[in-house]
């Protein structure tokens, strides 16, 4: 079991959680072909101040600080991802946590350029595609089943 031990109380860093299991379960595939509007007001009130976007069925709730949608949400749905139009920050409702992983890469990626308009300076999960003196392909013996390898970085 690996544990957090060495947090120490006093801190207030974000550190997401890289292990959630829930991330794949709740987000949809196409999510490459989905337009993200960061206006985006909540569904439930309207409001547009503090929306986070839910993952597994795209809706748009308000964050507990706001009217709580996005909670209510989860325990109506069991949605459980959810990404911040404020921060681009994600929580999992059932680690409760915040939770990063290279599958929420795209998603990212596209809150991003909807919010402000380029890509992130550190997306180097991007693909690059330089045709230029590429020679290192050949990578991939072991392809077992998922390509969930070990995350870079
Ligand atoms: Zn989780
Ligand atoms: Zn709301
Ligand atoms: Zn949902």
């Known amino acids: 079991m690996a544990t957090a031990a060495s947090s120490q ?22 999510w490459a ?30 964050s507990r ?12 749905t069991s949605h459980s991802i959810s990404i ?18 290279p599958l929420l890469h795209p998603i990212t990626t596209a809150l991003h350029v909807s919010k402000f308009g380029e890509v992130p300076p550190n997306s180097d999960g991007i693909e690059i595609v330089s045709e230029e003196g590429s020679t290192g392909i050949g990578e991939g013996t072991s392809d077992s089943a998922g390509g969930s390898g070990p995350s870079k970085a």
Request: net charge negative; charged share 20%.
């Open 65 to 76: 600080y706001i009217n709580g949608h996005a909670a209510e949400h989860n325990k109506s």
């Open 9 to 30: 109380a006093g801190y207030h860093r974000v550190v997401p959680r890289t292990n959630c299991p829930h991330i794949r379960d709740h987000i949809s595939p196409n």
């Open 33 to 62: 072909e989905v337009t993200i509007d960061v206006s985006k007001p909540c569904i439930e009130c309207n409001d547009a101040s503090e929306n986070w976007r839910c993952l597994g069925c795209q809706g748009v709730y308000c």
């Open 84 to 101: 911040s139009f404020s921060d681009l920050s994600t929580w999992c409702y059932t680690c409760d946590d915040y939770v990063t992983s």
